[in-house]
């Protein structure tokens, strides 16, 4: 079974940019996946920013992007501001029996 | 838009049983892909079920053979049955729905499971 890996923690600075990936123990990550990336704020249900790799909901900053990259979906954070920080997740859809599993998710903190 | 509104958490005893509820509007349950999602306190989130097209049911490998999807179409209700509850099952459950693989997800605000002694 398929496990997502993100990065645990990573630190922006204010106006900054960071790039978080999203890599799959099967292998290459594709479209075919259909790249999710949700933000999870304290307290907050998580809210979809990313779809389909890249396309964003209508309440995502422009700020936001998702891409395929290095074989990882990624989702970067160009103009970090103060609001950003939160707990970032990816999740990918697989064929079989286990059709969608999260990844490990990922503090940002702007600092 | 869609809107889920989650229902039927609370406390239960190792062993008991519980269902909860998603009340959906502005999309009809039947159309679209829905699933339960579960947070465990301080942890990541973790799928749980999905249900689509039809009676196509999935389970996480932690709750099959346990817990119970299913929807009410004329209510346009999802539900999750769950069974045989052990403390490693508490957590926030959220709601999810997408119109397909590719689309974007809704969710709802949660509703809180606690499973002790």
């Known amino acids: 079974q398929a496990v997502v890996t993100q990065e645990p923690s990573l630190t922006v600075s204010p106006g900054g940019t960071v790039t978080l990936t999203c890599g799959s123990s099967t292998g290459t990550v594709t479209s075919g996946h259909y790249p999710y990336w949700f933000q999870q704020k304290p307290g907050q249900a998580p809210r979809t920013l990313i779809y389909?790799?890249?396309n964003k909901h209508s309440w995502t900053p422009a700020r936001f992007s998702g891409s395929l990259l290095g074989g990882k979906a990624a989702l970067t954070l160009s103009g970090a501001q103060p609001e950003d920080e939160a707990e970032y997740y990816c999740l990918l859809s697989y064929s079989g029996s286990r059709p969608y599993v999260f990844g490990t998710g990922t503090k940002v903190t702007v600092l | 838009e869609v809107q889920l509104v989650e229902s039927g958490g609370g406390s239960v005893q190792p062993g008991g049983s519980l269902r909860l509820s998603c009340a959906a509007s502005?999309?009809?349950?039947?159309?679209?892909?829905m699933s339960w999602v579960r947070q465990a306190p301080g942890k990541g989130l973790e799928w749980v079920s999905l249900i689509y097209s039809g009676d196509n049911t999935y389970y996480a490998d932690s709750v099959k053979g346990r817990f119970t999807i299913s929807r009410h179409n004329s209510k346009n209700m999802l539900y999750l049955q769950m069974n045989s509850l052990g403390t490693e099952d508490t957590a926030v459950y959220y709601c999810?729905?997408?119109?397909?693989?590719?689309?974007?997800?809704?969710w709802g605000q949660g509703t809180l499971v606690i499973v002790s002694s």
């Open positions: 502005g999309s009809t349950v039947s159309n679209n892909y």
């Open positions: 389909d790799t890249s």
């Open positions: 999810a729905s997408t119109s397909g693989w590719e689309t974007a997800m809704t």
